[in-house]
C-alpha cells in the first residue's frame, strides 16, 4: 500500500518561494509518477504537473511552467514541489498523488495549506 | 483540449435516493481514460472509479460508472450518509485536467 506523507503548512511572502515536500513508503519512489494537484479554498480540482512515466521527466501544466519545479531525491524517497514568485491567488491546498495505471491518481497525500501573506 | 463539464453543479437529495451525476466532455476522449473521485470536507480527494467503469479497492457496488465518447455518469444507486461529499471526474488527455466538481448534499 502505497502512502505518501506531506510537510506541514506553509506561509510565503508575494514573490517568495515555498517548497512542499511528499515522502513516499510502501513503495519505491523510482517505480511511481508522482504528480501535484493544488486547490484553492472553496474550488476545484487543478493539476500543476508530475513527472512522465514514459520517460521520468517532469512536465509541466502551461500555467505553471515559468516559475514551478518538481524534483525527487529517491535516496529519502522524497518528491518536492517548488513555486516561486507567489502571488495571493496561489493559497491553495497543494496535494501530491501518484498516477496509476489507467491515468487516475490512485493515491494522495493528506496535502499542504500554502497561504501567501505580506 | 477537452473540456469536462459536471452537472449538476449541487444535487440535493435524501439517503436512500439515488443520485446521477454527469460528466461531458467537450469533444470525444477516444480511448482515453475516464476517472471520478470523492472528496469529503477537510480530505483529499480519493479515488472512486477508474477506466470509466471500474470501481477503486473497498469501494461499495452502490457506486458505478458508465459512459464512453462524450458522456458519462456516476451513478450511486443508494445514498448512504457517508456518500454526501464533492465529486470530481478526471481525464488525462495531453495532461490531466479536472471537471468543475459536483456537491451532493443532503436535501
Known amino acids: 500500500q502505497v502512502q505518501l506523507e506531506q510537510s506541514g503548512a506553509e506561509v510565503g511572502k508575494p514573490g517568495a518561494s515555498v517548497k512542499v515536500s511528499c515522502t513516499v513508503s510502501g513503495y519505491t519512489l523510482s517505480q511511481l509518477s508522482i504528480h501535484w494537484v493544488r486547490q484553492a479554498p472553496g474550488k476545484g480540482l487543478e493539476w500543476m504537473g508530475g513527472f512522465d512515466p514514459e520517460d521520468g521527466e517532469a512536465i509541466y501544466a502551461q500555467k505553471f511552467r515559468d516559475r514551478v519545479s518538481m524534483t525527487k531525491d529517491t535516496r529519502t524517497a522524497t518528491a518536492y514541489m517548488e513555486l516561486s514568485s507567489l502571488r495571493s491567488e496561489d493559497t491553495a491546498v497543494y496535494y501530491c498523488?501518484?498516477?496509476?495505471?489507467?491515468?487516475?491518481?490512485?493515491?494522495w497525500g493528506q496535502g499542504t495549506l500554502v497561504t501567501v501573506s505580506s | 483540449e477537452i473540456v469536462l463539464t459536471q452537472s449538476p453543479g449541487t444535487l440535493s437529495l435524501s439517503p436512500g435516493e439515488r443520485a446521477t451525476l454527469s460528466c461531458r466532455a467537450s469533444q470525444s476522449v477516444g480511448n482515453s481514460y475516464l476517472t471520478w473521485y470523492q472528496q469529503k470536507p477537510g480530505q483529499a480527494p480519493s479515488l472512486l472509479i477508474y477506466?470509466?467503469?471500474n470501481r477503486a479497492t473497498d469501494i461499495p457496488d452502490r457506486f458505478s460508472g458508465s459512459g464512453s465518447g462524450t458522456e458519462f455518469t456516476l451513478t450511486i444507486s443508494s445514498l448512504e450518509p457517508e456518500d454526501f461529499a464533492l465529486y470530481y471526474c478526471q481525464l488525462y488527455g495531453t495532461s490531466p485536467f479536472f471537471g468543475g466538481g459536483t456537491k451532493v448534499e443532503i436535501k
Open positions: 477506466a470509466t467503469s
Open positions: 498523488a501518484t498516477l496509476g495505471a489507467y491515468d487516475d491518481f490512485d493515491y
